[in-house]
């Protein structure tokens, strides 16, 4: 449910970035008066293995159509709300600064779309309340896929509402969203089941994390997270270096949704010089576009042109690159975001 540029006006592009940096510095302050030294390396090894789960498409059967988690709701259970926002704000923005997934403009979006709904809406109204009084491993299955598919609902609404009001005619408000809203229920449901299962591993290894999230208290001082630190960490470079060549190459839900609608699954650029600036800083930042090395000009255009790629699940180096360096960007943003906070409240104490 990444957007792309095309999609937004810059009125709405920078009104949701506003919200979003809004959010972001909310989510700072909550952090800083809240901080858990232990829990900063556990921010950072979930936001690297969030990064490479996201590069693993499923495909959706009898759609043509693809999902990646979205990753929020499950932060928001292991992290709490406000440092899961910060984490998938520090996802987002590697993504799309170094590898052009989902645009500079659309980036405010993208991360109020994925992070506010599941974090600040479904986790305290859903999971919260299914949970609480029973943590057995059913409630939690049911409360990760209502929550889950709560979120994604959002999200696909807000996009079809962000798209209709940049003015995007191409894409008729009621016809988009019958597109987002079902493709997204079923991605939402595969993407339930997995948020329990990853929960479920963390309740079992180290529950006093899910009870310290719950409660809003500091871990105890005896409870160590060094070996699901390790494991989340482990599983990232995984995932990321091998488990993204089995990515499904269909689109995915937003970009099915729009080729259903207009036939093609790109728009046209939107023109102006916001747009086209951005769009220059987003290629020279982008050092692994689309999850590859840069090819040269001819090959890519060859490429355009309808050259067969290789057979699937071949080995691509460049994704194998792409999913290990991303984790570890992921994993050094969150991690000087935690200390940052941790420097502040310390000088605040001081």
Request: charged share 15%.
């Given at each position: 449910m990444h957007m792309a540029d095309a999609l937004l006006?810059?009125?709405?592009?920078?009104?949701?970035?506003?919200?979003?940096?809004?959010?972001?510095?909310?989510?700072?302050?909550?952090?800083?008066?809240?901080?858990?030294?232990?829990?900063?390396?556990?921010?950072?090894?979930?936001?690297?293995?969030?990064?490479?789960?996201?590069?693993?498409?499923?495909?959706?059967?009898?759609?043509?159509?693809?999902?990646?988690?979205g990753g929020g709701m499950l932060l928001a259970v292991l992290l709490g709300p406000h440092a899961a926002f910060l984490v998938m704000a520090s996802v987002l923005t590697v993504q799309a600064l170094f590898?052009?997934?989902?645009?500079l403009l659309a980036l405010g979006s993208n991360v109020w779309n994925l992070g506010v709904y599941p974090c600040f809406i479904a986790y305290p109204l859903i999971y919260r309340p299914l949970t609480r009084n029973d943590g057995s491993s059913g409630k939690i299955t049911i409360a990760s896929i209502v929550g889950v598919v709560t979120g994604l609902q959002l999200g696909a609404f807000s996009v079809v509402?962000?798209?209709?009001?940049?003015?995007?005619?191409?894409?008729?408000?009621?016809?988009?969203?019958?597109?987002?809203?079902?493709?997204?229920?079923?991605?939402?449901?595969?993407?339930?089941?997995?948020?329990?299962?990853?929960?479920?591993?963390?309740?079992?290894?180290?529950?006093?994390?899910?009870?310290?999230?719950?409660?809003s208290r500091p871990l105890p001082a005896r409870v160590r997270v060094k070996r699901v630190a390790i494991v989340f960490l482990g599983v990232a470079i995984v995932a990321g270096g091998t488990l993204s060549w089995f990515a499904s190459s269909n689109p995915d839900g937003l970009e099915w949704s729009i080729e259903k609608v207009m036939g093609k699954q790109e728009l046209s650029k939107q023109e102006g010089r916001v747009a086209s600036v951005l769009e220059s800083v987003q290629e020279k930042t982008a050092l692994l576009p689309d999850y590859d090395f840069r090819k040269p000009a001819g090959a890519q255009e060859g490429a355009e042109a309808g050259e067969p790629e290789s057979s699937w699940p071949a080995g691509k180096p460049g994704r194998s690159a792409s999913g290990i360096v991303g984790s570890f960007l992921v994993l050094g943003a969150v991690l000087c975001i935690g200390f940052v906070v941790k420097a502040l409240r310390r000088k605040q104490e001081g």
């Open positions: 006006s810059p009125a709405v592009g920078t009104t949701m970035l506003a919200g979003t940096l809004g959010t972001v510095a909310y989510c700072s302050r909550k952090l800083r008066e809240n901080v858990d030294e232990k829990m900063i390396p556990v921010m950072g090894v979930t936001g690297a293995f969030l990064f490479a789960a996201q590069m693993i498409n499923f495909t959706i059967p009898g759609t043509g159509s693809s999902g990646h988690l590898f052009a997934d989902g645009g509402l962000q798209t209709v009001l940049s003015g995007r005619s191409e894409l008729p408000f009621v016809t988009f969203l019958l597109m987002m809203l079902p493709i997204h229920l079923a991605i939402g449901l595969v993407e339930g089941f997995v948020t329990a299962g990853v929960i479920g591993y963390v309740k079992a290894a180290r529950p006093e994390i899910l009870e310290s999230v719950e409660q």
